[in-house]
């Protein structure tokens, strides 16, 4: 037996996930030592509209065939919450660029756009990680860092808070599966807060070491070359020759180049593949 969602099973609190059991089966047969099988690779829109619909309240699911898909909770049987779940995530998917059809029945066409963010907390913490890999020396890497690992108000600290509030309103319900649901949840919260010393202590290292980060400055180098102006007898020597130039651009103008008037450049889409 390597699953068993009976109420008394080892996966009663995935009842019937098919994601969990296929997850149980590949452990099993990791133990085995039978290789993995392959996985196609996801497409960047495919990850983006993910974690829209997980946003607007979505369930990920997986067919038996193996394709992923959304769904509504199981339990969410109200017509009109379904409605406003379908319309939040239509209006979401919408706002970040996807091509969206929807049967209109299924949506509530007379609730105003409250529920769509401008940046979501992960998007910010997406701009953190670039802030990092732009750091040249130790001191930006420790201050970028700093808010991810600072004890009291840090990331992680404010994540193991959110998992032990999380547990104690789960354990409300009463049932002995949301009891083992607070349980899992406070151990997740037990691990997150040793890992954060540890990242902490980590952080402390870097910030005693201070110096420049060897391959980061070479780049910030070429980048300040590459910006700096050349003097000006190295300007006049590679500059092309006035008249050629105007030669040039009259021969690749188009016969009816003067009533053709130049289409402004579309603003660039901030969602993945369009």
């Known amino acids: 037996m ?4 009976e109420p008394d099973g080892p996966h009663a609190r995935h009842r019937g996930d098919v994601t969990s059991l296929l997850a149980a089966v590949d ?27 997980h946003r607007a309240g979505f369930v990920p699911a997986v067919e038996f065939g193996g394709e992923p898909y959304h769904r509504l909770p199981s339990a969410m049987t109200d017509p009109d919450e379904q409605r406003l779940v379908v319309t939040r995530a239509f209006d979401m998917l919408q706002a970040d660029g996807f091509d969206v059809s929807c049967d209109p029945d299924l949506r509530e066409h ?12 992960g998007d910010r913490l997406g701009f953190l990680a670039k802030h990092i890999q732009a750091s040249t020396h130790t001191r930006d890497m420790v201050a970028n860092l700093s808010g991810v690992t600072a004890p009291g108000d840090g990331v992680l600290q404010r994540v193991v808070e959110i998992l032990d509030t999380t547990a104690e309103w789960w354990e409300g319900f009463g049932e002995p599966a949301d009891h083992r649901y607070a349980q899992r949840l406070r ?24 110096a420049v980060h060897p391959g980061k400055n070479r780049v910030r180098e070429n980048q300040v070359a590459a910006s700096t102006p050349a003097p000006p007898r190295v300007r006049a020597a590679l500059a092309p020759s006035p008249t050629a130039a105007q030669r040039r651009a009259a021969s690749a103008l188009p016969a009816t180049a003067a009533a053709v008037r130049p289409v402004p450049p579309a603003r660039p889409s901030s969602a993945p593949g369009r």
């Open 27 to 53: 452990t099993r047969l990791d133990q085995l030592g039978v290789p993995p099988r392959p996985t196609p690779k996801r497409f960047a829109h495919d990850i983006a509209a993910a974690a829209v619909l």
């Open 187 to 210: 151990t997740i919260a037990e691990s997150l807060d040793s890992y954060a010393i540890e990242l902490r202590a980590i952080r402390g290292d870097l910030a005693d070491r201070h």
């Open 110 to 121: 007379d609730m105003p756009l409250l529920w769509i963010p401008e940046t979501s907390l």
């Open 2 to 5: 390597i699953y068993d969602s």
